[in-house]
């Protein structure tokens, strides 16, 4: 795939990067070790008036920020800033020092490089019985293992053994949030460097946020020259924001979900397989680091691909707009219940489709950049999609459908751009108006499937599930449909299933030809459920679409005389939170009055053990009444006693809510 054809790279080849300063350091393979290229950059600024700044370039077009200056350092940098700031005077600055070199020196990484020529390494950590152990390997099926009662002769070994394998990747479980902090608190402990960067040079850490599903995280992100560390973990969460279906994220979990064998490490390396090319081809495309492409999100991605072409073109760039309000999409249940032969139709790609059938571009785009970005990137998918489906070799069928993942993710973030607050080049009314096209186009479906008998189910955005009436073939349907729709709008059927359980909006169920049951929504599969909630749903669920309604109240009476004669696994009435900051901020806010207090923090407080941001609390709630609040009733799963004192009345009260759910689906 000519990558370098849709975004022009100064330097192909390049690994990995290191800037501090004004030094960008370059690493590049050089057989089984590499080699480095030093080079000056300067620190790009865009701003509005340039009389403070005299060496500033004016450049085209009308926007606001229409000044673009270069600083040696970023002390001449931040000076600037000052006297912009003084006298009010807008402006742009790129996020770090690392992308301040992108742009200047016209970089992006892994340029002419497949996915599965990456070197990762996989690393996990543990001290056993006062051994320190360390557990490695890597894209080459290596491993080894560094053990040592010594900590400092442990770290020495295993940051030669990182030297010596020269990954261009280190990844693992719970590596920002757990193995990279003991090791560096180690590290510090023992008064040693722990040099995990190439060259032998030291780790670095610093304190950064990602905000997936709606909810922001603070993360540690470490960092060291010429490599990138990627925590398989943030890659797990942004997965199930997608399809909801982790109960937990640790790798034991993970690999009976996902059925991995293998070592821990081995494991862990079938993870970054699976989700690891996306972010890697996107890579190639935008300004910025594998890490920070995995942690900023597609609006920032995109602004930073936006302005780094502009600046190019020494184009001014835009503000962003103030945010607006404006109506979202179609959605719609027509029908509650349970229906067979069900077929489901969706509009591919339908926003950015509307975008580029009617040549509709934010109207500060003066250089039309972003549409004519959209097209290339969705002509470049298509051909991807071409190849992964005639690639008689597996890898090349991989690395192909790994590039066309990459772009769709990317095509389908332009329209939540133009909603995007801090985008440069946002547009609420454009937004607004392809929300209001999309309506109409999936509006006239429904008119379309209604004048022919169909019955429909559920409408969800670009989607509709539907019966077709008797005597009428789906090719039928389906030939009539794509002729009805505008230019440019395609249509595919996508689906064809046993039976689907519709319980309403955006909450239904899936029975595929197979077997397979595919649940959605938050009432039939919320984490906030106990995990046996999330099983008596499914299998009553399971029961519907098979058509046996009346197994519902036998499966209800099994569960309420296990939960009553403490027959379950403690583990599946406890909850697993994720603790989105730390422990002692939680107490900060809570002393301040700006806090709510919460079960999962309590109980990390008052356990004795070191918790962080990002790790993962399990809990049952303890008692003996049905109405009580799980702060100050909640016990640690790994803190249960012998004696079992799960809250009887409490999870039978949960039960007989999802007796209540059921029973209009249960009649005769």
């Not at 057989?31 to 509005?48: K, Q, V």
């Not at 594998?290 to 920032?300: A, E």
């Not at 440069?424 to 209001?436: G, H, I, K, M, P």
Request: hydrophobic content about 40%; aromatic content about 10%; some cysteine.
């Amino acid at each position: 795939m000519d990558i370098p054809a849709l975004i022009f790279s100064g330097v192909s080849g390049v690994r990995g990067i290191s800037a501090s300063g004004n030094t960008l350091t370059l690493y590049f393979a050089c057989g089984a070790s590499f080699r480095t290229e030093t080079r000056n950059f300067r620190y790009p600024l865009l701003h509005a008036k340039a009389d403070m700044l005299p060496d500033a370039e004016m450049l085209s077009g009308s926007n606001a920020l229409n000044f673009l200056s270069f600083f040696p350092d970023e002390a001449a940098l931040d000076a600037a800033i000052g006297q912009l700031k003084d006298r009010a005077v807008p402006y742009y600055k790129w996020r770090d020092a690392a992308g301040a070199a992108f742009f200047d020196q016209k970089i992006r990484l892994y340029q002419d490089l497949p996915f599965h020529d990456l070197r990762r390494l996989q690393l996990d950590f543990a001290v056993r019985e006062g051994i320190f152990t360390a557990e490695l390997g890597d894209t080459s099926s290596w491993r080894a293992s560094v053990a040592n009662a010594s900590a400092k002769a442990f770290l020495e070994e295993l940051t030669r053994v990182v030297s010596l394998r020269d990954p261009d990747v280190i990844e693992g479980m719970e590596l920002s949030s757990r193995v990279l902090p003991e090791l560096a608190a180690l590290a510090k402990k023992e008064k040693i460097q722990l040099a995990f960067g190439r060259g032998g040079t030291p780790l670095a850490s610093r304190r950064s946020r990602f905000v997936t599903d709606g909810r922001q995280q603070n993360v540690l992100v470490f960092t060291a020259p010429g490599r990138e560390f990627v925590d398989l973990t943030h890659l797990a969460i942004f997965h199930d924001a997608v399809y909801r279906d982790f109960e937990a994220f640790d790798l034991d979990y993970l690999a009976g979900y996902f059925r991995l064998a293998g070592s821990r490490t081995e494991m862990m390396r079938q993870l970054g397989d699976m989700w690891l090319p996306s972010y890697f081809y996107q890579t190639q495309l935008l300004p910025m680091s594998l890490q920070s492409v995995i942690l900023r999100g597609n609006g920032s991605s995109l602004d930073a691909l936006f302005v780094d072409a502009y600046g190019t073109m020494r184009a001014s760039v835009p503000l962003p707009e103030m945010p607006q309000f404006f109506e979202g999409a179609l959605t719609r249940s027509d029908a509650a219940g349970v229906f067979f032969d069900v077929l489901h139709c969706d509009v591919r790609s339908l926003y950015p489709s509307i975008l580029l059938a009617e040549k509709r571009a934010p109207r500060r785009d003066e250089k039309n950049l972003i549409l004519s970005l959209l097209g290339e990137l969705r002509r470049f998918r298509l051909a991807a999609k071409d190849r992964a489906r005639n690639a008689a070799d597996l890898v090349e069928k991989r690395e192909a459908d790994a590039v066309q993942s990459a772009f769709k993710i990317l095509i389908n973030s332009f329209y939540g751009y133009l909603g995007f607050a801090q985008g440069s080049f946002n547009d609420y009314a454009l937004a607004a108006r392809v929300t209001e096209r999309g309506r109409e186009i999936m509006r006239n479906m429904l008119d379309f499937l209604g004048e022919r008998n169909c019955r429909v189910i559920e409408l969800d955005t670009d989607g509709i599930y539907f019966q077709l009436p008797q005597g009428v073939s789906a090719p039928e349907i389906e030939t009539a449909l794509r002729q009805s729709l505008p230019p440019g709008i395609e249509v595919e059927f996508d689906g064809d299933y046993r039976a689907m359980f519709s319980y309403k909006s955006k909450n239904y169920a899936l029975l595929d030809n197979s077997g397979n049951m595919t649940l959605a929504g938050a009432a039939l599969k919320s984490r906030a459920l106990e995990p046996f909630q999330r099983e008596f749903i499914a299998d009553c669920v399971r029961a519907l679409l098979a058509g046996e309604p009346q197994k519902v109240a036998l499966l209800a009476d099994e569960l309420e005389k296990a939960i009553s004669e403490h027959q379950l696994p403690l583990e599946k009435f406890a909850k697993s939170e994720v603790l989105s900051d730390s422990p002692e901020n939680y107490r900060k806010k809570l002393d301040s009055g700006t806090g709510r207090r919460s079960a999962a923090y309590e109980l990390a407080l008052a356990s004795g053990r070191k918790y962080a941001s990002g790790d993962r609390i399990r809990f049952y709630v303890t008692g003996d009444r049905k109405k009580v609040p799980v702060v100050g009733n909640s016990r640690r799963l790994e803190d249960a006693p012998q004696v079992r004192d799960e809250n009887v009345p409490y999870y039978l009260e949960k039960l007989a809510a999802l007796r209540a759910m059921f029973a209009p689906f249960t009649k005769e």
